[in-house]
């Protein structure tokens, strides 16, 4: 593997790490989201 591709192999990792970071923290707004409006109503 040359350095470029292991350097876009590296990308892609980071890329999936990012994407699931956020999706994380979509989830957890979500449910405080859901807490809120339980705890209004």
Known sequence: ???Q???QANLR???GK???I???LA???ARIRV????AIS
Request: net charge negative; glycine share 0%; no cysteine.
């Open 1 to 3: 593997m040359s350095p």
């Open 5 to 7: 591709e292991a350097q």
């Open 13 to 15: 990792k980071a890329e």
């Open 18 to 20: 990012r994407q699931t």
């Open 22 to 24: 956020e999706a994380n």
């Open 27 to 29: 989830l957890t707004q």
């Open 35 to 38: 807490e809120v409006i339980n």
